[in-house]
């Protein structure tokens, strides 16, 4: 278990195999401005707008790519053995395992942006500005093919979890299930 306290410091406690919950300390005047987990890895994103990683290094989970110019990470999500993230300027990147194409994020339509991002176990979600939600990787359950909102309708929030995918529309909610939105 990860926790982020009011004061930005993270801590973890329980399993510590692969040293994921030996939390390191962020630079003078930096704070940690969120945290994310997969299942041996954990993830921060600094107030600096940059990543640091530790714990289990398969996959390269370590290999944060490097920022472009100019910009920094607003959002990062873990899966099982993979991160993704969320850049200032809306774009997304993946890394770590990408055996299902969790981390072969989709090329965005001209005009939109990335505004959330999460992972799944062997999937990445992420919510689209003109309130889309698509999802990439591990499809056995469905947990990839999010409808359409209904006409009039934007998808205003999800969360992935390990074989499916919930997510609020402004007057439905779908939860992963092929028959549709529920």
């Not at 991160?83 to 993946?94: K, P, T, W």
């Not at 909102?149 to 979890?161: H, I, L, N, S």
């Amino acid at each position: 278990s990860v926790g982020r306290r009011s004061d930005g410091r993270v801590v973890a406690w329980g399993g510590n195999t692969d040293c994921q919950c030996n939390v390191p300390a962020p630079p003078p005047g930096q704070t940690n401005d969120a945290v994310a987990v997969g299942d041996r890895h954990t993830v921060v994103l600094r107030s600096d707008g940059t990543l640091v990683v530790w714990g289990y290094n398969g996959y390269g989970l370590w290999n944060v790519p490097a920022l472009p110019p100019g910009l920094s990470y607003v959002e990062v999500a873990g899966g099982y053995a993979h991160s993704i993230a969320r850049l200032s300027d809306g774009s997304v990147v993946a890394w770590g395992s990408n055996g299902n194409g969790q981390c072969s994020v989709p090329a965005l339509p001209a005009g939109l942006a990335y505004v959330e991002v999460d992972a799944g176990a062997w999937h990445s979600v992420a919510r689209r500005s003109d309130g889309s939600v698509v999802g990439w990787g591990y499809n056995i359950t469905g947990q990839c093919r999010t409808p359409a909102p209904p006409p009039g309708a934007k998808y205003v929030q999800f969360d992935a979890d390990m074989y499916y995918t919930v997510a609020l529309a402004s007057d439905v909610v779908w939860t992963g299930d092929p028959q549709g939105p529920q």
